[in-house]
């Protein structure tokens, strides 16, 4: 069974600098099933990211992911207001699992 | 766009079973979707519990496994989370979501289940 693992739990920023959020993966996986999402307070979560890299139709291009085998990261390029929430790293096999989220908050 | 909504009951005894209803609009439950649930314990972080299509085939999470049942009933347009022999570990606010692709397109607002006698 896969575990997700990401990093850091939170973190602290400011509006207009870089995010830099990791996902390590217990074993290598593909990246064809490799997700990223986002859940902003009292709302359920929505897809951002697919294939590890692709970004979700609509989804503003400040957002980026990379990655492949047990590491992959998620950047966003400059903070706007709305960006503010919890991620959630996700793979999806034959079984899926999420990672335990990281909190992007002001500072 | 397809549109979800989950109902059931907001409090289940322990040892009892938890039943949820996601009724689907917008989209037909026999198309190339999976229907899928998610949890979210309170303050805490997503949980997959599993995945059914119209044909009957089923994914579930191996840490349910033994108690989780998805079903899908084509001629209401509806899918089913059956969870038995519930603990307070399992309160939660119970999401059900469209799955295409394995991208989880279209989700319910949720429903807090509790877990309590």
């Known amino acids: 069974e896969i575990v997700l693992t990401q990093s850091p739990g939170t973190l602290s920023l400011s509006p207009g600098e870089r995010a830099t959020l990791s996902c390590r993966a217990s074993q290598s996986v593909k990246k064809t099933f490799f997700f990223w999402y986002q859940q902003r307070p009292g709302q359920a979560p929505r897809p951002l990211i697919f294939?590890?890299?692709n970004r979700i139709s609509g989804i503003p291009d400040r957002f980026s992911g990379s990655g492949s085998g047990t590491d992959f990261t998620l950047t966003i390029s400059r903070l706007e207001p709305e960006d503010f929430a919890v991620y959630y790293c996700?793979?999806?096999?034959?079984?899926?699992?999420f990672g335990q989220g990281t909190k992007v908050e002001i500072k | 766009q397809a549109q979800l909504q989950e109902s059931g009951p907001g409090q289940v005894k322990p040892s009892g079973t938890l039943a949820l209803t996601c009724g689907v609009t917008?989209?037909?439950?026999?198309?190339?979707?999976?229907w899928t649930w998610v949890r979210q314990p309170p303050g805490k972080g997503l949980e997959w519990v599993g995945e059914a299509y119209h044909t009957g085939r089923v994914n579930y999470n191996p840490s349910f496994e033994s108690r989780v049942t998805i079903s899908v009933d084509k001629s209401k347009n509806q899918f089913f989370l059956k969870l038995t022999s519930v603990t307070a570990a399992d309160t939660a606010l119970y999401f059900c979501?469209?799955?295409?692709?394995?991208?989880?397109?279209?989700w319910g607002q949720g429903i807090l289940v509790t877990v309590s006698s």
């Open positions: 294939e590890a890299s």
């Open positions: 996700h793979y999806h096999d034959r079984s899926a699992t």
């Open positions: 917008g989209a037909s439950i026999s198309s190339s979707s999976w």
């Open positions: 979501a469209k799955s295409l692709d394995k991208v989880l397109w279209s």
